[in-house]
């Protein structure tokens, strides 16, 4: 499967705890998106990635949130005490160039108890 | 004002018939425009994109612009049940670089049989 992955796909988590979600892109791109969906709404934009820098990130991702991707390949997002607000779909993204088309993985969908 | 905006329906159309989804983009500067469509509890999936005004077709699907009155459409001929999904308009915004989606809050779509 050449497409996106992330891993987990599911997570519950108690209200507190630090979690870690992994993102592996199509190989060869080199631009990498974080969006987050919550019931009902469209994907919002959190951060974007060209190769290993990261050059934009929304006020949406509070200093509690943290994301790397250090060798221009794989992605973590990192939510530090999480609340129970941060339930959600993470979805990761990726493209060859902007404005290219994005293609999504299958999310993590967090859930904070 | 939302950036981009959806009727979140729910639209419901007959099967066989055709099925028309609407979208108004706020900044004009927008230079990419894309269709996603999303099943519940999935992740987005593409289905179109285009860039200049006019019309794109894709077998059943045909998608419109027209940046003078800021409007995406996409039409979906002879309707499926498989059809159902809520369906996504993400607008690349013209004053960042980085490809970043805005996307509206989305169209839920039933296709009868």
């Known amino acids: 499967d050449t497409g996106v992955s992330q891993d987990p796909r599911h997570k519950i988590t108690k209200r507190g705890q630090n979690v870690t979600f992994r993102c592996d892109p199509i190989s060869e791109h080199n631009r990498l998106y974080w969006y987050r969906q919550t019931l009902g709404q469209g994907p919002e934009f959190l951060t974007y990635?060209?190769?290993?820098?990261?050059?934009?990130k929304s006020r949406l991702l509070s200093d509690r949130f943290s994301a790397e991707r250090p060798k221009g390949s794989f992605s973590t997002l990192e939510i530090q005490r999480t609340e129970q607000g941060d339930s959600a779909m993470y979805l990761c993204a990726s493209s060859l160039k902007g404005p290219d088309t994005q293609y999504f993985g299958p999310g993590t969908r967090l859930t904070v108890l | 004002q939302k950036e981009v905006e959806q009727n979140s329906g729910p639209l419901s159309v007959p099967e066989g018939a055709i099925a028309s989804l609407n979208c108004t983009y706020s900044?004009?500067?927008?230079?990419?425009f894309f269709w996603y469509r999303q099943y519940s509890g999935k992740s987005p999936e593409l289905i179109m994109s285009?860039?200049?005004?006019g019309d794109k077709e894709d077998g059943r699907f045909t998608a419109q612009l027209n940046k003078a009155s800021q409007y995406v459409s996409l039409l979906i001929r002879d309707s499926q049940p498989s059809d159902s999904a809520t369906y996504l308009c993400a607008v690349g915004r013209g004053s960042s670089n980085t490809g970043k989606l805005i996307f509206g809050q989305g169209t839920t779509l039933q296709v009868k049989p």
């Open positions: 900044d004009r500067g927008s230079q990419s």
């Open positions: 990635f060209q190769n290993e820098a990261q050059l934009e």
């Open positions: 285009i860039y200049s005004n």
